[in-house]
T-cell receptor, first 114, second 116 residues
Framework: SQKIEQNSEALNIQEGKTATLTCNYT??????LQWYRQDPGRGPVFLLL?????KEKRKERLKVTFDTTLKQSLFHITASQPADSATYLC?????????????FGRGTSLIVHP | GAVVSQHPSRVICKSGTSVKIECRSL??????MFWYRQFPKQSLMLMAT?????????EQGVEKDKFLINHASLTLSTLTVTSAHPEDSSFYIC????????????FGDGTRLSIL
């Protein structure tokens, strides 16, 4: 079955540096992959969606790559700020009974130090 | 952007009480809504998929008689935790997906349920 793996250890970086988070999946390549941000006690917030035919997608300081050969997506935040500190979740859809069922990784906590 | 409103944000009640949580898509129609449960420092665990006008599809291990889901309209789904017990205490989050399979989900802000 499809599994999504994100580094469970927190990523600590200094303000201004680029944060890079990794999402690996184990089985078939999904048609698209999504990244979300979750703050403590809040629901996830959608950030970016990247499709299988897109190698890279950008939105302001965010960049996502999708490598179907490596079965991996990388999520980058450039010029990171303390306000970027949060848990970042990777998600993809699993096809189940003809429906697209969303599945999330455990998330990686990012801590940006001033 | 697409907004999902979830209410209430926090519930504290006695064991045996039934609790209803509402999830509304405010500015878009959602034929499909999802209900999740999340434990501290854990991932979102999908409980059920709610489709407008039909019965919800529950994930394995989720008791449908315990967690009643109703999706009466294209903008509203409700989750009722029946006869709640302390082990049902958790963070419940709903999401709604815009029409079309390859669309992101938009989440509510969650409901913190505490059963005494």
């Amino acid at each position: 079955s499809q599994k999504i793996e994100q580094n469970s250890e927190a990523l600590n970086i200094q303000e201004g540096k680029t944060a890079t988070l990794t999402c690996n999946y184990t089985n078939y390549s999904p048609a698209y992959l999504q990244w979300y941000r979750q703050d403590p006690g809040r629901g996830p917030v959608f950030l970016l969606l990247i499709r299988e035919n897109e190698k890279e997608k950008r939105k302001e300081r965010l960049k996502v790559t999708f490598d179907t050969t490596l079965k991996q997506s990388l999520f980058h935040i450039t010029a990171s700020q303390p306000a970027d500190s949060a848990t970042y979740l990777c998600a993809l859809d699993i096809i189940k009974g003809g429906s697209y069922i969303p599945t999330f990784g455990r998330g990686t906590s990012l801590i940006v130090h001033p | 952007g697409a907004v999902v409103s979830q209410h209430p944000s926090r519930v504290i009640c006695k064991s045996g009480t039934s609790v209803k949580i509402e999830c509304r898509s405010l500015d878009f129609q959602a034929t499909t809504m999802f209900w999740y449960r999340q434990f501290p420092k854990q991932s979102l665990m999908l409980m059920a998929t709610s489709n407008e006008g039909s019965k919800a599809t529950y994930e394995q291990g989720v008791e449908k008689d315990k967690f009643l889901i109703n999706h009466a309209s294209l903008t509203l789904s409700t989750l009722t935790v029946t006869s709640a017990h302390p082990e049902d205490s958790s963070f419940y989050i709903c999401s709604a997906r815009e029409v079309g399979a390859r669309q992101p989900q938009h989440f509510g802000d969650g409901t913190r349920l505490s059963i005494l």
